[in-house]
């Protein structure tokens, strides 16, 4: 069993930053390839950026290429998504997930965990 908590969400005027954070708990945090997705207001849930196991490989959605970068410290149990750049539909809750396999570009389906989401609003 793994428990996911995301924090670092708020209001952001267009163009800022933020860094969001997902602290898991349990010892087997290294073994888990960890996501970010995302879900705006009448939208599905959608994917947003992926990494290892061991943070050497990782992907990003088009949307957010060259905006956004996911990593993580697995002496501290924790993923991030430093958000730059941001634009008003980036607005959406922002999920941490995570699975056993490989990492790659993933549907929500495939995920064995879920954190509770933290809101993420640009403004214009």
């Known amino acids: 069993q793994v428990q996911l908590g995301e924090s670092g969400g708020g209001l952001v005027q267009a163009g800022g930053s933020l860094r969001l954070s997902c602290a898991a708990s349990?010892?087997?945090?290294?073994?888990?390839?960890m996501y970010w997705f995302r879900q705006a207001p009448g939208k599905e849930r959608e994917f947003v950026a992926a990494?290892?196991?061991?943070?050497?490989?990782?992907y990003v959605a088009d949307s957010v290429k060259g905006r956004f970068t996911i990593s993580r410290d697995n002496t501290k149990n924790t993923v991030y998504l430093q958000m730059n750049s941001l634009k008003p539909e980036d607005t959406a809750v922002y999920y941490c997930?995570?699975?056993?396999?490989?990492?790659?570009?993933?549907?929500?389906?495939?995920?064995?965990?879920w954190g509770k989401g933290t809101l993420v609003t640009i403004s214009s």
């Open positions: 997930a995570c699975d056993q396999l490989i990492a790659t570009i993933r549907q929500p389906r495939d995920m064995d965990y």
């Open positions: 349990g010892r087997t945090f290294s073994t888990y390839s």
């Open positions: 990494i290892s196991w061991t943070g050497a490989t990782t």
